[in-house]
């Protein structure tokens, strides 16, 4: 897994590229916006400054990580690559599209992932030409404090193709749990699109404040982030777009997002990457992470939702 491709430069393509760099594989970052792999570079370059202030990284490694990304707005650029990692649009027929083009373009022996928390890989690889080469390689935002990575085996998933898969993410430092069946959203995403779903109802009914919630659940259950907060930053309208996707697949009435996280949606006011979520981060604040595992930047502040 020396070479590896990474399509789609937003935070979760940058945040893998970032971590399989360190691991010591050069990486090709590719995103038909030019302007998003600036922005993705510029991104990766300050995490890996930070991880150097804070002594996590050496500058050395940290700057032979970097030189290890190339990028390009050509998908042909994937050819030589050991394994493609998807991580565009969390739409089925976006990344079908990818998925076929991937094939043509790619080695018979290529690994094909996807980065997607939802959407069924069996679903996706309908599209490739071997859909025995195709795995699910769900990683955590963000990516480079995450340790997880959730493998998820479609219908034809090859064991070769899911060990190859565990390889690349645990070079990567993850730790992978294996799902058997990828119904959608898998076991994690399942997981937190129920709570979240149960906790946006909670607040929206009036029950509960969304503070007085996600520290019922950290104190309470041990969590080092509540549910709410979560949401926030993972991104209201990404929580909504996998709750709706197991809805569509299941019907089951628990997924189906409540009118809050829809009307939130619409709104912008999708979390921090907005400024303004179930918290306010304030204008300044609303991308900002600091580097910790349930690191909330500045203290968010309460707002009415």
């Known amino acids: 897994m020396t070479q590896v491709a990474v399509i789609g430069s937003g935070l979760m393509g940058s945040g893998i590229a970032q971590v399989t760099s360190l691991g010591g594989a050069d990486v090709t970052l590719i995103d038909t916006d030019a302007g998003a792999l600036e922005r993705a570079q510029a991104a990766i370059g300050h995490s890996l400054e930070r991880f150097v202030a804070k002594g996590k990284v050496g500058a050395e490694e940290a700057e032979a990580a970097r030189a290890r990304i190339a990028v390009s707005t050509d998908l042909e650029a994937a050819g030589g690559a050991a394994i493609a990692v998807e991580a565009v649009f969390e739409r089925l027929a976006v990344k079908q599209e990818v998925f076929r083009k991937l094939s043509a373009i790619c080695s018979p022996e290529t690994v094909l992932a996807t980065n997607t928390s939802a959407i069924p890989i069996t679903e996706i690889a309908a599209a490739a030409t071997r859909p025995e080469r195709v795995v699910g390689t769900h990683f955590f935002s963000p990516v480079p404090m995450m340790a997880l990575c959730e493998l ?154």
């Open 152 to 305: 998820v085996r479609g219908l034809h998933t090859s064991d070769e193709a899911l060990e190859r898969a565990r390889a690349f993410a645990e070079a990567a430092g993850k730790t992978c749990v294996v799902v058997n069946r990828d119904v959608a959203g898998f076991a994690t995403t399942r997981l937190i699109c129920a709570f979240v779903n149960e906790a946006a109802r909670l607040v929206e009914d009036g029950v509960i404040s969304a503070e007085d919630l996600d520290t019922a659940c950290k104190l309470g259950f041990g969590h080092p982030m509540g549910p709410l907060a979560t949401a926030d930053l993972t991104g209201i309208d990404v929580i909504t777009h996998a709750t709706e996707n197991i809805y569509e697949d299941t019907a089951d009435p628990k997924f189906f997002p409540p009118a809050l996280l829809r009307r939130m949606v619409a709104s912008g006011a999708i979390g921090r990457k907005s400024g303004k979520g179930f918290y306010d981060y304030g204008l300044s604040t609303g991308c900002g992470r600091r580097e910790s595992g349930a690191g909330l930047g500045p203290a968010p502040r309460s707002v009415a939702v």
